[in-house]
Protein backbone atom coordinates (compact mmCIF):
# COMPACT_ATOMS: atom_id res chain seq x y z
CA UNK A 1 0.00 0.00 0.00
CA UNK A 2 1.23 3.37 -0.68
CA UNK A 3 2.50 5.43 2.21
CA UNK A 4 1.06 8.51 1.65
CA UNK A 5 -2.28 6.89 1.30
CA UNK A 6 -2.02 4.52 4.16
CA UNK A 7 -0.97 7.75 6.31
CA UNK A 8 -4.30 9.72 4.77
CA UNK A 9 -6.52 6.89 5.09
CA UNK A 10 -5.54 6.37 8.90
CA UNK A 11 -5.69 10.58 9.30
CA UNK A 12 -8.99 10.57 7.79
CA UNK A 13 -10.68 7.95 9.97
CA UNK A 14 -8.65 9.22 12.95
CA UNK A 15 -10.02 12.89 12.44
CA UNK A 16 -13.41 11.81 10.86
CA UNK A 17 -13.83 10.22 15.03
CA UNK A 18 -12.29 12.81 16.81
CA UNK A 19 -14.53 15.36 14.92
CA UNK A 20 -17.36 14.29 17.85
CA UNK A 21 -15.37 16.71 20.01
CA UNK A 22 -15.76 19.16 17.81
CA UNK A 23 -19.59 18.31 16.49
CA UNK A 24 -20.39 18.56 20.00
CA UNK A 25 -18.92 22.39 21.05
CA UNK A 26 -18.61 24.57 17.27
CA UNK A 27 -22.07 24.32 16.02
CA UNK A 28 -20.79 24.25 12.46
CA UNK A 29 -22.90 21.18 11.43
CA UNK A 30 -21.56 19.08 8.66
CA UNK A 31 -18.51 21.57 8.46
CA UNK A 32 -16.89 20.48 11.87
CA UNK A 33 -16.82 17.17 10.32
CA UNK A 34 -15.75 18.33 7.39
CA UNK A 35 -12.99 20.20 9.28
CA UNK A 36 -11.89 17.09 11.35
CA UNK A 37 -11.11 15.22 8.44
CA UNK A 38 -9.49 17.25 7.10
CA UNK A 39 -6.85 18.46 9.12
CA UNK A 40 -6.57 14.57 10.03
CA UNK A 41 -5.56 13.51 6.92
CA UNK A 42 -2.56 16.18 6.79
CA UNK A 43 -1.72 15.53 10.34
CA UNK A 44 -1.13 12.23 9.88
CA UNK A 45 0.54 12.34 6.11
CA UNK A 46 2.86 15.10 7.43
CA UNK A 47 4.45 12.48 10.35
CA UNK A 48 6.57 9.79 10.16
CA UNK A 49 4.64 7.36 12.29
CA UNK A 50 6.68 5.69 15.26
CA UNK A 51 5.47 2.76 17.06
CA UNK A 52 3.64 3.48 20.65
CA UNK A 53 4.69 6.85 20.86
CA UNK A 54 1.34 7.84 22.42
CA UNK A 55 2.53 10.20 25.40
CA UNK A 56 4.15 12.53 22.36
CA UNK A 57 0.69 12.20 19.68
CA UNK A 58 -1.16 13.68 23.20
CA UNK A 59 1.11 16.45 23.75
CA UNK A 60 1.69 16.99 20.02
CA UNK A 61 -1.93 17.03 18.82
CA UNK A 62 -3.17 18.93 22.17
CA UNK A 63 -0.84 21.56 21.79
CA UNK A 64 -2.20 21.65 17.61
CA UNK A 65 -5.87 22.25 19.09
CA UNK A 66 -4.80 25.84 20.39
CA UNK A 67 -3.47 27.66 17.20
CA UNK A 68 -6.30 26.08 15.77
CA UNK A 69 -9.02 27.38 17.87
CA UNK A 70 -6.97 30.98 17.15
CA UNK A 71 -7.00 30.45 13.29
CA UNK A 72 -10.54 29.48 13.22
CA UNK A 73 -12.74 30.17 15.79
CA UNK A 74 -11.63 33.49 17.03
CA UNK A 75 -10.11 34.75 13.92
CA UNK A 76 -11.31 33.37 10.50
CA UNK A 77 -15.09 32.72 11.37
CA UNK A 78 -15.60 35.78 12.52
CA UNK A 79 -14.20 37.24 9.18
CA UNK A 80 -16.05 35.02 7.46
CA UNK A 81 -19.33 36.30 8.58
CA UNK A 82 -18.08 40.21 8.14
CA UNK A 83 -17.29 40.59 11.43
CA UNK A 84 -13.81 41.80 13.13
CA UNK A 85 -11.80 39.46 15.08
CA UNK A 86 -12.38 40.48 19.07
CA UNK A 87 -9.75 39.98 21.94
CA UNK A 88 -12.08 40.84 24.74
CA UNK A 89 -12.19 39.27 28.02
CA UNK A 90 -16.62 38.71 27.08
CA UNK A 91 -15.67 37.63 23.49
CA UNK A 92 -13.03 34.93 24.90
CA UNK A 93 -15.70 33.69 27.34
CA UNK A 94 -17.82 32.91 24.38
CA UNK A 95 -14.85 31.51 23.03
CA UNK A 96 -14.02 28.92 25.89
CA UNK A 97 -16.16 25.91 25.11
CA UNK A 98 -14.75 25.86 21.22
CA UNK A 99 -11.34 25.62 22.69
CA UNK A 100 -11.72 22.95 25.16
CA UNK A 101 -13.45 20.96 21.88
CA UNK A 102 -10.54 22.18 19.94
CA UNK A 103 -7.95 20.46 22.50
CA UNK A 104 -9.92 17.58 22.87
CA UNK A 105 -10.43 16.97 19.48
CA UNK A 106 -6.35 17.68 18.72
CA UNK A 107 -5.80 14.82 21.63
CA UNK A 108 -8.29 12.37 20.80
CA UNK A 109 -6.53 12.66 16.98
CA UNK A 110 -3.41 12.14 17.87
CA UNK A 111 -4.18 9.06 19.94
CA UNK A 112 -6.53 7.41 17.44
CA UNK A 113 -3.70 8.36 14.76
CA UNK A 114 -1.35 6.11 16.89
CA UNK A 115 -3.53 3.69 17.80
CA UNK A 116 -4.70 2.91 13.88
CA UNK A 117 -0.57 3.31 12.55
CA UNK A 118 -0.11 0.45 15.50
CA UNK A 119 -2.66 -1.72 14.04
CA UNK A 120 -2.11 -1.09 10.08
CA UNK A 121 1.51 -2.22 11.25
CA UNK A 122 0.03 -5.53 13.23
CA UNK A 123 -1.69 -6.07 10.11
CA UNK A 124 -0.15 -4.95 7.12
CA UNK A 125 3.40 -4.71 8.12
CA UNK A 126 5.60 -1.56 8.88
CA UNK A 127 6.06 1.07 5.93
CA UNK A 128 8.46 -0.08 3.15
CA UNK A 129 11.83 1.60 3.73
CA UNK A 130 13.87 2.34 0.70
CA UNK A 131 16.62 0.15 0.42
CA UNK A 132 20.32 0.92 0.14
CA UNK A 133 22.50 -1.68 -1.96
CA UNK A 134 26.30 -1.19 -1.27
CA UNK A 135 27.71 0.63 -4.63
CA UNK A 136 30.46 2.72 -5.18
CA UNK A 137 30.27 6.57 -4.92
CA UNK A 138 31.55 7.48 -8.76
CA UNK A 139 30.82 11.43 -8.08
CA UNK A 140 30.36 13.78 -4.85
CA UNK A 141 28.48 17.17 -4.81
CA UNK A 142 29.31 19.07 -2.29
CA UNK A 143 26.88 22.48 -0.76
CA UNK A 144 28.75 25.11 0.79
CA UNK A 145 26.02 27.20 3.57
CA UNK A 146 22.45 25.91 5.08
CA UNK A 147 20.43 28.84 4.30
CA UNK A 148 17.41 28.65 2.31
CA UNK A 149 19.14 28.29 -1.03
CA UNK A 150 22.01 25.49 0.08
CA UNK A 151 18.79 23.40 2.06
CA UNK A 152 16.68 23.45 -0.83
CA UNK A 153 19.74 22.39 -3.31
CA UNK A 154 19.81 19.51 -1.17
CA UNK A 155 16.47 18.37 -1.12
CA UNK A 156 16.09 19.03 -4.51
CA UNK A 157 18.86 16.32 -5.06
CA UNK A 158 17.66 14.18 -2.65
CA UNK A 159 14.30 13.72 -4.63
CA UNK A 160 15.95 13.18 -8.02
CA UNK A 161 18.63 11.12 -6.87
CA UNK A 162 16.60 8.55 -4.04
CA UNK A 163 17.18 5.62 -6.31
CA UNK A 164 20.52 6.81 -7.01
CA UNK A 165 23.11 6.27 -4.40
CA UNK A 166 26.19 6.21 -6.53
CA UNK A 167 26.25 10.07 -6.32
CA UNK A 168 27.21 11.36 -2.41
CA UNK A 169 25.91 14.70 -1.35
CA UNK A 170 27.59 16.31 1.54
CA UNK A 171 25.84 19.78 3.11
CA UNK A 172 28.84 21.95 5.08
CA UNK A 173 27.64 24.89 7.21
CA UNK A 174 28.47 26.36 10.18
CA UNK A 175 25.75 25.55 12.21
CA UNK A 176 23.45 23.07 12.67
CA UNK A 177 19.96 24.65 11.43
CA UNK A 178 18.37 26.70 8.88
CA UNK A 179 17.26 29.72 10.50
CA UNK A 180 14.09 30.87 9.18
CA UNK A 181 15.15 34.61 8.84
CA UNK A 182 11.44 35.94 7.96
CA UNK A 183 10.48 35.43 11.37
CA UNK A 184 14.31 36.91 12.79
CA UNK A 185 12.47 39.97 13.79
CA UNK A 186 9.36 38.29 16.22
CA UNK A 187 12.43 36.28 18.01
CA UNK A 188 13.72 39.85 18.91
CA UNK A 189 10.50 41.38 19.62
CA UNK A 190 9.60 38.12 21.48
CA UNK A 191 6.93 36.95 19.89
CA UNK A 192 8.45 33.81 18.68
CA UNK A 193 10.65 31.35 21.06
CA UNK A 194 14.02 31.59 19.14
CA UNK A 195 14.35 27.46 19.02
CA UNK A 196 11.08 27.20 17.22
CA UNK A 197 11.82 29.63 13.78
CA UNK A 198 15.15 27.10 13.20
CA UNK A 199 15.16 23.61 11.45
CA UNK A 200 17.73 20.79 12.68
CA UNK A 201 19.70 20.20 9.00
CA UNK A 202 20.34 16.45 10.28
CA UNK A 203 16.82 15.60 10.58
CA UNK A 204 15.44 17.57 7.61
CA UNK A 205 18.10 16.03 5.19
CA UNK A 206 17.50 12.18 5.31
CA UNK A 207 20.56 11.04 2.98
CA UNK A 208 22.38 14.11 2.69
CA UNK A 209 26.03 13.94 4.68
CA UNK A 210 25.69 17.19 6.86
CA UNK A 211 29.42 18.53 8.18
CA UNK A 212 29.37 21.15 10.21
CA UNK A 213 32.49 23.09 10.60
CA UNK A 214 33.95 26.42 9.01
CA UNK A 215 35.04 26.34 5.36
CA UNK A 216 38.97 27.80 5.55
CA UNK A 217 39.42 27.65 1.95
CA UNK A 218 38.70 25.71 -1.57
CA UNK A 219 41.55 24.46 -3.43
CA UNK A 220 40.32 24.68 -6.78
CA UNK A 221 42.74 22.90 -8.80
CA UNK A 222 42.74 19.73 -6.33
CA UNK A 223 39.04 20.23 -6.09
CA UNK A 224 39.13 20.11 -2.35
CA UNK A 225 37.05 21.94 0.44
CA UNK A 226 39.20 22.47 3.33
CA UNK A 227 37.33 22.77 6.60
CA UNK A 228 38.92 24.71 9.97
CA UNK A 229 38.10 23.26 13.13
CA UNK A 230 39.39 23.17 16.74
CA UNK A 231 42.37 22.10 18.04
CA UNK A 232 42.91 18.01 18.05
CA UNK A 233 44.18 16.71 20.62
CA UNK A 234 48.04 17.37 20.73
CA UNK A 235 46.89 20.89 20.43
CA UNK A 236 47.67 21.56 16.70
CA UNK A 237 44.58 23.32 14.70
CA UNK A 238 42.61 20.01 13.30
CA UNK A 239 42.21 20.03 9.53
CA UNK A 240 39.52 18.08 7.39
CA UNK A 241 39.46 17.83 3.51
CA UNK A 242 36.30 17.10 1.54
CA UNK A 243 36.76 16.13 -2.32
CA UNK A 244 33.96 17.25 -4.58
CA UNK A 245 33.03 16.60 -8.28
CA UNK A 246 30.59 19.48 -8.15
CA UNK A 247 31.12 22.17 -5.83
CA UNK A 248 27.63 24.77 -4.82
CA UNK A 249 28.15 27.80 -3.31
CA UNK A 250 25.74 29.02 -1.41
CA UNK A 251 27.46 30.94 1.35
CA UNK A 252 24.95 33.78 2.18
CA UNK A 253 25.77 37.48 3.05
CA UNK A 254 27.25 39.28 6.16
CA UNK A 255 26.31 42.29 7.50
CA UNK A 256 28.46 44.90 5.44
CA UNK A 257 29.39 47.91 7.42
CA UNK A 258 31.52 50.16 4.79
CA UNK A 259 34.13 50.51 6.08
CA UNK A 260 32.73 52.09 9.63
CA UNK A 261 34.90 50.09 11.95
CA UNK A 262 32.88 51.87 14.85
CA UNK A 263 29.99 51.16 13.78
CA UNK A 264 30.80 47.51 13.16
CA UNK A 265 32.29 47.77 17.03
CA UNK A 266 29.31 49.13 18.85
CA UNK A 267 26.22 48.49 16.78
CA UNK A 268 24.41 45.30 16.89
CA UNK A 269 24.19 42.87 13.82
CA UNK A 270 20.57 41.28 12.09
CA UNK A 271 21.81 38.49 10.66
CA UNK A 272 21.72 35.69 13.22
CA UNK A 273 19.58 33.87 15.51
CA UNK A 274 22.07 34.45 18.06
CA UNK A 275 21.92 38.51 17.36
CA UNK A 276 18.06 38.44 17.62
CA UNK A 277 18.62 36.64 21.08
CA UNK A 278 21.03 39.47 22.22
CA UNK A 279 18.59 42.35 20.90
CA UNK A 280 15.90 40.84 22.98
CA UNK A 281 17.40 40.48 26.01
CA UNK A 282 19.51 44.36 25.15
CA UNK A 283 16.15 45.77 25.59
CA UNK A 284 15.39 44.48 28.62
CA UNK A 285 18.43 45.19 29.53
CA UNK A 286 18.05 48.95 29.12
CA UNK A 287 14.54 48.76 30.58
CA UNK A 288 15.95 47.31 33.49
CA UNK A 289 18.74 50.15 33.83
CA UNK A 290 16.23 52.99 33.24
CA UNK A 291 14.38 52.27 35.88
CA UNK A 292 16.84 52.55 38.56
CA UNK A 293 18.10 55.72 36.90
CA UNK A 294 16.76 59.27 38.12
CA UNK A 295 18.40 61.05 35.70
CA UNK A 296 16.11 61.52 32.95
CA UNK A 297 18.45 62.50 29.96
CA UNK A 298 20.48 59.31 30.96
CA UNK A 299 17.08 57.52 31.11
CA UNK A 300 16.37 59.08 27.64
CA UNK A 301 19.06 57.65 26.33
CA UNK A 302 18.87 54.23 28.07
CA UNK A 303 15.14 54.23 26.29
CA UNK A 304 16.17 55.46 22.66
CA UNK A 305 16.56 52.72 20.36
CA UNK A 306 17.90 53.10 16.80
CA UNK A 307 17.86 51.35 13.76
CA UNK A 308 19.98 51.59 11.30
CA UNK A 309 18.30 50.98 7.41
CA UNK A 310 14.64 50.60 5.98
CA UNK A 311 14.19 48.09 4.13
CA UNK A 312 12.23 45.10 4.55
CA UNK A 313 14.50 43.73 8.29
CA UNK A 314 14.98 47.56 9.42
CA UNK A 315 11.20 48.07 9.46
CA UNK A 316 9.82 45.09 10.39
CA UNK A 317 13.04 45.23 13.29
CA UNK A 318 11.59 48.60 14.26
CA UNK A 319 8.10 47.71 14.49
CA UNK A 320 8.99 44.77 16.58
CA UNK A 321 10.68 46.48 19.02
CA UNK A 322 8.37 49.41 19.31
CA UNK A 323 5.34 46.58 19.99
CA UNK A 324 7.87 44.65 22.61
CA UNK A 325 8.73 48.39 24.37
CA UNK A 326 5.32 49.27 24.29
CA UNK A 327 3.66 45.92 25.68
CA UNK A 328 6.61 45.32 28.18
CA UNK A 329 5.71 49.28 30.18
CA UNK A 330 3.08 47.88 32.32
CA UNK A 331 6.06 45.56 34.14
CA UNK A 332 7.72 49.41 34.78
CA UNK A 333 5.47 51.81 36.38
CA UNK A 334 8.09 54.00 37.17
CA UNK A 335 8.60 54.16 33.53
CA UNK A 336 6.00 56.75 30.52
CA UNK A 337 5.29 55.54 27.36
CA UNK A 338 6.44 59.47 25.97
CA UNK A 339 9.97 57.73 27.22
CA UNK A 340 10.23 55.77 24.62
CA UNK A 341 11.85 56.30 20.93
CA UNK A 342 11.99 53.91 18.31
CA UNK A 343 14.39 55.93 15.81
CA UNK A 344 14.72 54.29 12.34
CA UNK A 345 17.22 56.22 9.81
CA UNK A 346 17.45 55.34 6.03
CA UNK A 347 19.43 57.09 3.55
CA UNK A 348 16.74 57.25 1.36
CA UNK A 349 13.52 59.40 0.91
CA UNK A 350 11.22 56.42 1.61
CA UNK A 351 11.43 53.46 3.39
CA UNK A 352 10.46 50.35 1.96
CA UNK A 353 11.92 50.67 -1.62
CA UNK A 354 10.97 46.85 -2.69
CA UNK A 355 7.34 47.92 -1.88
CA UNK A 356 5.08 50.56 -3.97
CA UNK A 357 5.19 53.85 -2.92
CA UNK A 358 1.64 54.06 -1.69
CA UNK A 359 2.17 51.29 0.87
CA UNK A 360 5.88 52.43 1.49
CA UNK A 361 4.31 55.58 2.59
CA UNK A 362 1.22 53.66 4.66
CA UNK A 363 3.67 51.42 6.59
CA UNK A 364 5.32 54.58 7.27
CA UNK A 365 2.33 56.69 8.69
CA UNK A 366 1.40 53.69 10.40
CA UNK A 367 4.69 52.94 12.10
CA UNK A 368 4.64 56.85 13.37
CA UNK A 369 1.24 56.65 14.93
CA UNK A 370 2.65 54.20 16.96
CA UNK A 371 5.42 56.20 18.05
CA UNK A 372 8.15 55.18 15.62
CA UNK A 373 9.92 58.51 14.16
CA UNK A 374 12.03 58.28 10.95
CA UNK A 375 15.04 59.93 10.21
CA UNK A 376 14.92 59.76 6.54
CA UNK A 377 17.87 61.47 3.71
CA UNK A 378 20.25 60.78 6.52
CA UNK A 379 23.13 58.38 6.96
CA UNK A 380 24.53 57.08 9.94
CA UNK A 381 28.72 58.18 9.74
CA UNK A 382 30.08 57.21 12.81
CA UNK A 383 29.19 55.75 16.52
CA UNK A 384 30.40 55.85 20.20
CA UNK A 385 29.37 54.88 23.49
CA UNK A 386 26.14 56.19 24.56
CA UNK A 387 25.81 58.27 21.00
CA UNK A 388 25.52 57.96 17.09
CA UNK A 389 26.53 60.58 15.29
CA UNK A 390 23.91 61.17 11.74
CA UNK A 391 25.34 62.90 8.75
CA UNK A 392 22.70 65.49 10.41
CA UNK A 393 22.95 65.70 13.93
CA UNK A 394 23.52 63.20 16.30
CA UNK A 395 21.41 60.63 18.89
CA UNK A 396 22.49 60.16 22.40
CA UNK A 397 21.42 55.67 22.65
CA UNK A 398 22.81 53.39 24.39
CA UNK A 399 21.45 50.95 21.16
CA UNK A 400 22.03 50.77 17.32
CA UNK A 401 21.02 47.63 15.33
CA UNK A 402 22.75 47.97 11.95
CA UNK A 403 20.63 46.26 8.96
CA UNK A 404 21.78 48.73 6.69
CA UNK A 405 23.65 46.66 4.13
CA UNK A 406 25.03 43.09 3.28
CA UNK A 407 28.02 41.80 1.28
CA UNK A 408 28.89 38.06 0.08
CA UNK A 409 30.56 35.56 2.37
CA UNK A 410 34.35 37.18 2.86
CA UNK A 411 35.44 33.81 1.52
CA UNK A 412 34.85 34.66 -2.07
CA UNK A 413 37.70 37.09 -1.94
CA UNK A 414 40.43 34.05 -1.58
CA UNK A 415 39.08 32.62 -4.52
CA UNK A 416 40.25 33.49 -8.27
CA UNK A 417 37.29 33.56 -9.38
CA UNK A 418 35.00 36.63 -11.16
CA UNK A 419 33.18 38.66 -9.04
CA UNK A 420 30.64 41.51 -9.37
CA UNK A 421 31.36 44.64 -7.58
CA UNK A 422 29.65 43.46 -5.19
CA UNK A 423 32.21 40.63 -4.39
CA UNK A 424 29.44 37.92 -5.45
CA UNK A 425 30.24 35.42 -7.89
CA UNK A 426 29.65 35.84 -11.77
CA UNK A 427 27.60 33.04 -13.02
CA UNK A 428 26.00 32.28 -16.32
CA UNK A 429 22.27 31.86 -16.95
CA UNK A 430 22.41 27.71 -16.08
CA UNK A 431 24.14 29.27 -12.67
CA UNK A 432 27.44 27.68 -13.43
CA UNK A 433 30.85 29.54 -12.85
CA UNK A 434 32.11 30.39 -16.58
CA UNK A 435 35.20 28.69 -17.55
CA UNK A 436 35.00 26.31 -14.57
CA UNK A 437 33.24 22.97 -14.99
CA UNK A 438 31.54 21.56 -11.47
CA UNK A 439 31.68 24.69 -9.75
CA UNK A 440 27.79 27.05 -9.35
CA UNK A 441 26.81 29.53 -7.05
CA UNK A 442 23.08 30.69 -6.02
CA UNK A 443 21.62 33.28 -3.68
CA UNK A 444 22.79 35.83 -1.60
CA UNK A 445 26.74 34.89 -3.08
CA UNK A 446 26.18 35.01 -6.47
CA UNK A 447 25.63 37.62 -9.17
CA UNK A 448 22.51 36.07 -11.26
CA UNK A 449 20.99 37.29 -14.35
CA UNK A 450 17.64 36.30 -15.07
CA UNK A 451 17.57 34.55 -18.30
CA UNK A 452 14.90 35.58 -20.35
CA UNK A 453 14.71 39.46 -19.02
CA UNK A 454 18.60 40.09 -18.73
CA UNK A 455 18.00 41.41 -15.40
CA UNK A 456 19.81 40.94 -12.11
CA UNK A 457 17.62 38.56 -10.08
CA UNK A 458 17.51 40.25 -6.46
CA UNK A 459 18.95 38.67 -3.95
CA UNK A 460 15.87 37.53 -2.22
CA UNK A 461 14.68 33.49 -0.33
CA UNK A 462 11.88 33.48 -2.80
CA UNK A 463 14.65 33.63 -5.88
CA UNK A 464 17.25 31.57 -3.59
CA UNK A 465 14.73 28.98 -3.97
CA UNK A 466 14.17 28.59 -7.16
CA UNK A 467 17.50 29.01 -8.17
CA UNK A 468 18.32 26.13 -6.20
CA UNK A 469 15.36 24.01 -7.73
CA UNK A 470 16.81 25.00 -11.15
CA UNK A 471 20.30 24.49 -9.96
CA UNK A 472 19.39 20.65 -8.72
CA UNK A 473 18.02 20.45 -12.27
CA UNK A 474 21.39 21.77 -14.24
CA UNK A 475 23.65 19.55 -12.11
CA UNK A 476 21.89 16.20 -12.88
CA UNK A 477 21.58 17.12 -17.09
CA UNK A 478 25.59 17.91 -16.78
CA UNK A 479 25.80 14.16 -14.94
CA UNK A 480 23.96 13.12 -17.55
CA UNK A 481 25.27 14.63 -20.95
CA UNK A 482 21.71 16.94 -21.27
CA UNK A 483 21.84 20.41 -21.64
CA UNK A 484 20.87 22.76 -19.11
CA UNK A 485 18.28 25.44 -18.50
CA UNK A 486 18.59 29.36 -18.31
CA UNK A 487 17.37 30.50 -15.01
CA UNK A 488 13.96 32.47 -14.58
CA UNK A 489 11.83 33.65 -12.20
CA UNK A 490 9.24 36.34 -11.75
CA UNK A 491 8.67 37.82 -8.64
CA UNK A 492 5.74 36.26 -6.69
CA UNK A 493 6.03 40.09 -4.69
CA UNK A 494 6.38 40.81 -1.43
CA UNK A 495 5.06 40.81 2.47
CA UNK A 496 6.39 43.26 5.24
CA UNK A 497 5.12 43.43 9.05
CA UNK A 498 4.93 46.88 10.42
CA UNK A 499 3.80 46.30 13.62
CA UNK A 500 0.81 44.98 15.70
CA UNK A 501 -1.55 43.39 13.51
CA UNK A 502 -0.41 45.33 10.33
CA UNK A 503 1.20 44.34 7.49
CA UNK A 504 1.69 45.51 3.77
CA UNK A 505 1.41 42.98 0.54
CA UNK A 506 1.83 43.29 -3.17
CA UNK A 507 1.38 39.82 -5.27
CA UNK A 508 2.00 39.34 -8.63
CA UNK A 509 -1.52 38.95 -10.35
CA UNK A 510 -0.96 34.72 -12.05
CA UNK A 511 0.16 35.28 -16.01
CA UNK A 512 -0.32 39.18 -16.25
CA UNK A 513 3.74 40.67 -16.17
CA UNK A 514 4.01 43.65 -14.14
CA UNK A 515 0.35 43.28 -12.34
CA UNK A 516 0.37 43.64 -8.62
CA UNK A 517 -2.41 43.18 -5.97
CA UNK A 518 -2.03 45.26 -2.95
CA UNK A 519 -3.15 44.96 0.31
CA UNK A 520 -2.45 46.62 3.85
CA UNK A 521 -3.76 45.95 7.29
CA UNK A 522 -4.86 43.68 9.31
CA UNK A 523 -6.00 41.20 6.26
CA UNK A 524 -1.89 41.69 4.93
CA UNK A 525 -0.81 40.98 8.41
CA UNK A 526 -2.50 37.15 8.50
CA UNK A 527 -1.39 36.66 4.53
CA UNK A 528 2.07 37.08 6.00
CA UNK A 529 1.29 34.77 8.58
CA UNK A 530 -0.10 32.50 6.61
CA UNK A 531 2.49 32.07 3.66
CA UNK A 532 5.29 32.41 5.81
CA UNK A 533 3.88 29.70 8.29
CA UNK A 534 2.96 27.33 5.64
CA UNK A 535 6.73 27.96 4.20
CA UNK A 536 8.42 26.98 7.69
CA UNK A 537 9.84 24.01 7.43
CA UNK A 538 8.36 21.26 9.43
CA UNK A 539 4.75 20.39 10.81
CA UNK A 540 6.24 20.56 14.42
CA UNK A 541 7.81 23.69 14.32
CA UNK A 542 4.65 24.99 12.55
CA UNK A 543 2.90 23.64 15.51
CA UNK A 544 5.19 25.56 18.06
CA UNK A 545 4.63 28.60 16.10
CA UNK A 546 0.91 28.84 16.18
CA UNK A 547 1.11 27.99 19.89
CA UNK A 548 3.27 30.81 20.15
CA UNK A 549 1.57 33.24 18.06
CA UNK A 550 -1.89 32.14 20.22
CA UNK A 551 -0.60 32.53 23.21
CA UNK A 552 0.70 36.42 22.23
CA UNK A 553 -2.84 37.28 21.31
CA UNK A 554 -3.98 36.65 25.29
CA UNK A 555 -1.43 37.35 27.49
CA UNK A 556 2.23 39.94 28.06
CA UNK A 557 5.63 40.11 25.90
CA UNK A 558 8.12 38.13 28.20
CA UNK A 559 10.58 39.62 29.82
CA UNK A 560 12.98 36.89 31.13
CA UNK A 561 16.45 37.39 29.88
CA UNK A 562 17.74 34.26 29.26
CA UNK A 563 21.51 35.32 28.73
CA UNK A 564 23.69 37.15 30.50
CA UNK A 565 24.61 40.37 29.45
CA UNK A 566 27.56 40.87 32.20
Known amino acids: MNRIFRRCLIGILSGAVSSIALTATLHYGVWSLILGVGIGAAYSAALRPTRRAYADNLMAGGSLGVPLWGLISVISV ?23 GWVVYGASLGIINQALQD ?30 AG ?41 LEPSHISTPLRSALRRTEFIRGIVAEVDLEKRLVILRSDAGADGAPARREVPYDHLVFALGSISNYLGMTNIEKFAFNFKSLLDAIRIRNHVIEMFERA ?4 DAALRSSLLTFVVAGGGFAGVELAG ?47 MQMRGVSFRLNTRIVDAHPGMVLLSEGQIHTETLVWTAGTAPSPLLKS ?36 ATTGHPCPPTAQFALREAEVLASNILAQLEGRPARGFHFDSLGALCVVGHQTACAELRVPFVRDKFLRFSGLFAWLLWRGI ?35
Not at 291 to 294: N, T
Not at 333 to 358: F, G, M, Q, T, Y
Open 415 to 450: LRLEKDKRGALLVDSTLAVPGRPGLWAIGDCAAVID
Open 532 to 566: YLAKLPGLERKIRVLVDWTIELFFPRDIVQTIDLK
Open 78 to 100: PLLSGQMPEWSAEQMRQHFPALV
Open 151 to 191: MRTAECLEEKLRTDFSISLALINETNALLFTPMLAEVAGSS
Open 320 to 366: ALNDFAHGILADYPKLHPHELNIVLVHSRDRVLPELSESLARYAQEK
Open 119 to 148: GAEHFFGPEPAPTVSAVSVSKRIVILGGGF
Open 291 to 294: DLES
